[in-house]
T-cell receptor
Framework: NAGVMQNPRHLVRRRGQEARLRCSPMKGHSHVYWYRQLPEEGLKFMVYLQKENIIDESGMPKERFSAEFPKEGPSILRIQQVVRGDSAAYFC???????????FGPGTRLLVL | AQSVTQPDIHITVSEGASLELRCNYSYGATPYLFWYVQSPGQGLQLLLKYFSGDTLVQGIKGFEAEFKRSQSSFNLRKPSVHWSDAAEYFCAVVLTGNTGKLIFGQGTTLQVKP
């Protein structure tokens, strides 16, 4: 039973480009959470999605960031017009329910040049 | 302010010594409580969790944690540390009745001396 998968594992972008991060939850999980880990900081919640719905986006920056979790396919975290401050590790976690245990993927390390 | 606090940023212990990592939370109601471990360049692995019931929780890799309501604490312990335990440890909470998002402490980096 595969765990949570994220790709790419590493992503390099130049300022102004777009970054797309993908997350495939564990089999049977329909709840996805995205977290960001800035250098030398802990993890901060960004957004919580269920299939086709954004449930809680209270941690998402107001501009340039968006997330989706379509009926088919992985969840996508999209960052438009990246800036150096977006450089971080982005982790996805999935669970079988709203307050069930979350299992994390290996993360995507984004570097903005 | 509501928060999760891990007072120790770095801890160094000798291999074979005992370990205790501290975690305190400041929320009105008792949240769900978790400890995760992160090795360099890796994702987070769940060590153990507390939802309710017995306040002493056993986890993987020989770790345990004790929930103390009176102290709003959920400290992680291991009786004998192995070199492979060197990693970063995160305490996290989920507020009951909330959307389930994890609120993390700042993390404690554990170094193990041979």
């Amino acid at each position: 039973n595969a765990g949570v998968m994220q790709n790419p594992r590493h992503l390099v972008r130049r300022r102004g480009q777009e970054a797309r991060l993908r997350c495939s939850p564990m089999k049977g999980h329909s709840h996805v959470y995205w977290y960001r880990q800035l250098p030398e900081e802990g993890l901060k919640f960004m957004v919580y999605l269920q299939k086709e719905n954004i449930i809680d986006e209270s941690g998402m920056p107001k501009e340039r960031f968006s997330a989706e979790f379509p009926k088919e396919g992985p969840s996508i975290l999209r960052i438009q017009q990246v800036v150096r401050g977006d450089s971080a590790a982005y982790f996805c976690a999935s669970s079988s329910g709203r307050q069930e245990t979350q299992y994390f993927g290996p993360g995507t390390r984004l570097l903005v040049l | 302010a509501q928060s999760v606090t891990q007072p120790d940023i770095h801890i160094t212990v000798s291999e074979g010594a005992s370990l205790e990592l501290r975690c305190n939370y400041s929320y009105g109601a008792t949240p769900y409580l978790f400890w995760y471990v992160q090795s360099p360049g890796q994702g987070l692995q769940l060590l153990l969790k507390y939802f309710s019931g017995d306040t002493l929780v056993q986890g993987i890799k020989g770790f345990e944690a004790e929930f103390k309501r009176s102290q709003s604490s959920f400290n992680l312990r291991k009786p004998s540390v192995h070199w492979s335990d060197a990693a970063e440890y995160f305490c996290a909470v989920v507020l009951t009745g909330n959307t389930g998002k994890l609120i993390f402490g700042q993390g404690t980096t554990l170094q193990v001396k041979p």
